[in-house]
């Protein structure tokens, strides 16, 4: 999972793939999940996104998981929260009402750890992973949440050597070459990226986002 190189970023303060406040496209397009208050959200590779404590709000339990310590702590102290932490498994379970964020590896989780999650929300899962570590991502993610997932995915794509990830870019081809064989695969929206995008204020000079719902 490039272990050290997430918790070097995470340590260095080098977190510009953090969104300080709610994603604009979970709050446009998450009801298009027809989602249900009683429905466990699950978000890979978390950080100590703003998007956890909306989903909740929402009236979702919410279960992330994320490489480092720092971000999993950083998530409940930045709102005054102080967590109870436990084992789960082969991860340390910080949690704090509704919500739970598994610390350790994504590839390490089984279904158990989900607590019966039919949600995905990914945001900064796939588009953070190498090419060569994304077809794996996809088969786990279909292990862990089974053949009637929903899920809500946003990706970047941009044109090759414009610029040099992590964040990656994923095309809208390969998008249904990764999962249309899992799911039914809708695209919501695709547009460039803006003039204030911390991307392009990042030297990007030519992206787009597309927003896609899977549905098992």
Request: proline share 4%.
């Amino acid at each position: 999972m490039e272990r050290e190189f997430w918790t070097e970023r995470w340590q260095a303060g080098q977190i510009g793939f953090h969104e300080g406040e709610v994603n604009r496209h979970l709050r446009q397009y998450w009801s298009q999940l027809a989602p249900t208050p009683d429905e466990v959200v699950f978000v890979p590779l978390c950080g100590k996104s703003a998007d956890l404590a909306w989903l909740n709000e929402c009236g979702h339990r919410v279960i992330g998981v994320e490489l480092s310590e720092l971000a999993c702590r950083a998530f409940f102290a930045e709102r005054g929260l102080e967590p109870e932490v436990s084992r789960a498994g082969t991860h340390t379970r910080y949690r704090h009402g509704g919500i739970s964020i598994l610390c350790g590896d994504f590839f390490e989780l089984t279904r158990e750890n989900l607590d019966g999650a039919t949600l995905v929300y990914d945001r900064a899962a796939l588009i953070a992973l190498s090419p060569r570590m994304r077809e794996r991502y996809c088969r786990h993610l279909v292990e862990l949440m089974g053949s009637d997932a929903r899920g809500l995915l946003i990706t970047l794509d941009y044109p090759e050597q414009a610029f040099s990830g992590p964040p990656f870019a994923v095309s809208d081809a390969e998008v249904r070459e990764l999962l249309a064989d899992h799911f039914t695969i809708d695209r919501l929206h695709h547009a460039g990226l803006g003039p204030d995008d911390a991307l392009v204020q990042r030297g990007l000079e030519a992206g787009s986002e597309s927003v896609f719902v899977l549905r098992g």
